[in-house]
């Protein structure tokens, strides 16, 4: 189940893009609009949505959109005029609690979120950032509710008493503030109760920064950062956050108990790509195989995939069946305490499908992230396993 998130300029389009490892039969369907169809996917399909599906203003209307498959399948969104893209997570991934992460808006524009009903009668209540006070409502299945400030909304908590769907972003944002060409920008949040303590968070190669927001759900949450010119500890309480910029290489964040933690591009350094926002993936979140499609909207640029492996399982990975993507790649190293890691920065082809996987089913982190023109960008990454804070590497970096 999922919406789209208002834009600052109407859409020109949006495009779905499933991918299937099996034969799947598909159904997408939107009854308050009447969109009732069907699809089959061998592996790769990619088809659009009626722009008048993004929102355009706040409040409650009827333009909640799902996706049902026979089969398993992984399912990203992409938005333009302004770009932007993000994965859609699995109902079974969702539940009741959430914090947005969004980033200030420029001008006159809006920060906001976006509530997608996806049972019966559900109620929700969502408590906006300082002192802004607490609001209530309904949605029943298809409904959705978006809520925009002039102010950024990052850190609304939100609760229910059934799963929903949680769409996070702003219709326009400079970041830094002031600076650089102005995106939209817009991710699926991931519920609280599958947060996760390790992650690496790659550079946004070739550009020379990013951002990150740490969340935490529980107070006195104990968060390490650590590269070659950083080591630090922040304490961050139940429903806080704490924004970091680093510069060119990869970072390890940890945590004595769960955080998300969500990456934006960095745009001062004059070159092509507009900031954007994703979610970064967990080291518990790391597949054994990505498959995906490229963006078939804009043909400049460059849309690049990095993948995070482990050294010695690097012999291992194939792009497209073969390794000569890997042995051109630019790679970065993780440094200590996670030097065994490397991260491996590869571009692939436009609107082109494409497989990434390793032959001996060793896991490895892997998002695509388009660099495209002086107002173009996006940033998602290609999925993520979701396993009840299954990750052992929490205890040993604190």
Aim: proline share 5%; net charge negative; aromatic share 12%.
């Amino acid at each position: 189940m999922f919406g789209i998130l208002d834009t600052f300029f109407h859409p020109a389009g949006i495009t779905v893009m499933v991918t299937a490892n099996t034969t799947a039969e598909i159904h997408v369907t939107a009854p308050f609009t009447s969109l009732d169809k069907h699809y089959t996917v061998s592996s790769t399909l990619s088809f659009t949505l009626d722009p008048e599906y993004s929102f355009h203003s706040n409040g409650l209307r009827n333009k909640g959109i799902q996706i049902q498959s026979n089969a398993s399948i992984t399912v990203r969104v992409f938005v333009y005029y302004y770009t932007e893209g993000f994965l859609l997570l699995p109902v079974t991934a969702l539940s009741t609690t959430y914090i947005t992460a969004s980033y200030i808006p420029v001008g006159t524009y809006h920060s906001e979120f976006l509530l997608v009903g996806v049972d019966g009668t559900t109620n929700i209540t969502y408590h906006l950032p300082g002192s802004r006070g607490s609001h209530s409502l309904q949605l029943n299945k298809y409904q959705t509710y978006q809520f925009g400030a002039g102010y950024d909304t990052t850190g609304t908590v939100i609760h229910s008493d059934k799963p929903l769907a949680v769409f996070s972003g702003s219709q326009v944002s400079q970041i830094p503030v002031g600076n650089g060409s102005a995106q939209y920008l817009a991710e699926q949040m991931i519920p609280t109760d599958i947060w996760s303590y390790s992650f690496i968070i790659p550079s946004i190669y070739p550009r020379w920064g990013y951002v990150i927001k740490v969340f935490a759900s529980q107070n006195n949450t104990q968060v390490n950062y650590s590269n070659s010119t950083h080591h630090f500890i922040d304490f961050i309480n139940e429903h806080s956050n704490i924004e970091l910029q680093f510069g060119q290489e990869p970072t390890l964040v940890t945590a004595d108990k769960p955080i998300s933690v969500v990456q934006y591009g960095y745009d001062v350094d004059n070159s092509d790509g507009d900031p954007f926002m994703m979610n970064s993936q967990a080291i518990s979140q790391y597949r054994h195989s990505y498959s995906f499609r490229t963006q078939a909207d804009n043909a400049k640029g460059a849309n690049t995939v990095v993948v995070t492996i482990q050294s010695s399982d690097l012999s291992g990975l194939l792009v497209d069946g073969s390794r000569s993507a890997i042995q051109s790649a630019v790679k970065i190293p993780v440094s200590t305490p996670m030097q065994e890691y490397v991260t491996v920065f590869m571009n692939v082809s436009y609107n082109h499908d494409h497989v990434i996987h390793h032959v001996h089913n060793k896991q490895f982190g892997a998002s695509l992230y388009g660099l495209l023109t002086g107002s173009e960008a996006y940033g998602y990454p290609l999925a993520m396993s979701f396993s009840a804070n299954a990750d052992p590497l929490r205890p040993e970096y604190l």
